[in-house]
């Protein structure tokens, strides 16, 4: 728990007055975070006070606890979200998966339908597809930028093809540009997965609202968090109301209706959260931006380790991981595993990040659910389960090395000591290894 940020009025005002008090007190909030002291990368997550405490407080003594109660927070955060990432509209709701399968449900995505989607994701996109029971087509990554590799989705696309679903992964944007562009030229719309990308730039632009509209997490390692939540974006009057329609039982809003839905909405207590974490993630953003520049340029001097490449346009990234990727070879043959590990001895927590998705036992069930085999036969899954091969993906996932959001959270040294280490690995790395094919010996 970090110290107190004295923005209390702040909230009040925001929560008392609506959207329209919390727009004009902004630039104060952020003046009032800036003098918080920043988190050390051992911190644990989330960062909270008494700001995000007043903020659920007014929620509980308000007794309008959710949307149907038309309480203040949520409207007050839609808009205040809608507006960070200048975007026309904005749908919270109950998680990022969720912001997905109102995505995916808004467009009538259904059996016999296919959704490409990156490979190196969460396997929450690959469910969200499933859970429509749409056919998933896995595209390969670019092993230099960990995204998806637009160069290779013309390929995937069949006359099935109703999305492309890329991931903006670790929160760099992936080349929408490209994607766009593939998705124009065969009228097939562009599902943006930003779960781990707030704040992140194409071109100056705010991932999110580059394609048909932007799906958002607020799950609780993410930059901005209320434990759970999501959010929906996009500049499309027509679709922003088919998602909402779709996110709560009956709809509401103007528009034709596919006879299905759900409820997927947000809580009060939530957008209360969320409402401060967005303050909060504005000036986080600033220290995750300078840490990351720094430790680039000091890690590219690190012979067999290779920060991910922006893709070209990006003009900011949102910093939910730092990903590079690791080369053993110039490591003497040392192992990642034993690379992470001897980086936990010297006091640094990294992972070997995402597994491939497309070898996952989950993810290759599907060839053998029944209610796929009796939608698209035998003979179609079966064929679904031999082409969904990813080289690049499986390779990249035996190199990559993450470290999370809060490691940028830290002080410039201590992106120093993380060059230190990974240097005084290498330097030891042939005894390492040596040791440890004695100790395997032995």
């Not at 300078?290 to 922006?310: C, F, S």
């Not at 698209?376 to 080289?391: F, H, I, L, S």
Request: charged residues 20%; glycine residues 8%; positive net charge.
């Amino acid at each position: 728990m970090t110290s107190p940020l004295h923005r209390r009025r702040f909230i009040s005002a925001a929560a008392t007055t609506g959207a329209a008090a919390f727009l004009t007190r902004t630039t104060a909030a952020e003046k009032s975070v800036a003098k918080t002291p920043m988190a050390k990368a051992s911190a644990e997550w989330p960062l909270w006070d008494a700001s995000e405490e007043t903020a659920l407080l007014d929620a509980l003594h308000s007794g309008k606890w959710g949307r149907t109660s038309r309480g203040r927070h949520l409207l007050a955060f839609e808009t205040a979200f809608a507006r960070q990432m200048r975007a026309k509209h904005c749908i919270a709701v109950s998680s990022g998966t969720t912001a997905l399968l109102t995505a995916l449900g808004a467009l009538g995505i259904g059996p016999g339908d296919e959704v490409i989607l990156s490979t190196y994701t969460f396997v929450a996109t690959f469910n969200a597809i499933t859970n429509s029971y749409a056919l998933p087509r896995f595209v390969d990554s670019d092993a230099a930028t960990f995204q998806i590799d637009p160069t290779k989705i013309a390929a995937a696309i069949t006359p099935q093809t109703r999305l492309l679903l890329p991931v903006h992964i670790g929160g760099s944007p992936a080349d929408m540009t490209a994607i766009n562009a593939v998705g124009k030229a065969r009228s097939i719309p562009v599902i943006e997965d930003a779960c781990q990308a707030p704040l992140a730039e194409l071109d100056g632009q705010p991932v999110g609202t580059i394609g048909l509209g932007g799906c958002f997490s607020f799950q609780a390692s993410k930059n901005m968090t209320a434990g759970e939540g999501g959010a929906v974006l996009t500049n499309d009057e027509a679709f922003a109301n088919l998602c909402f329609n779709f996110h709560t039982p009956g709809g509401g809003k103007p528009g034709p209706s596919l006879g299905r839905g759900a409820n997927y909405r947000l809580t009060e207590f939530q957008a209360a959260l969320l409402t401060t974490q967005l303050v909060r993630l504005i000036e986080h953003a600033k220290r995750r931006d300078a840490n990351a520049a720094y430790l680039t340029e000091m890690l590219r001097k690190v012979p067999g380790i290779t920060p991910a490449r922006l893709v070209p346009g990006c003009t900011r990234s949102g910093w939910h991981l730092y990903m590079l990727r690791y080369d053993s070879q110039q490591f003497a043959g040392l192992s990642r595993a034993r690379f992470l590990e001897e980086l936990s001895k010297a006091g640094i927590s990294a992972s070997s990040g995402y597994t491939s998705l497309n070898r996952m036992r989950h993810v290759q069930a599907l060839a053998t659910n029944p209610h796929y085999l009796r939608l698209y036969g035998k003979e179609t899954m079966t064929r679904w389960a031999d082409v969904n091969q990813c080289p690049v993906n499986d390779k990249l996932c035996e190199e990559a090395v993450w470290f999370s959001q809060t490691k940028l959270l830290g002080t410039r040294a201590e992106m120093e000591r993380v060059v230190e280490a990974a240097a005084s690995i290498q330097k030891r790395a042939g005894d390492l290894q040596r040791n440890e094919k004695t100790a395997r010996g032995a």
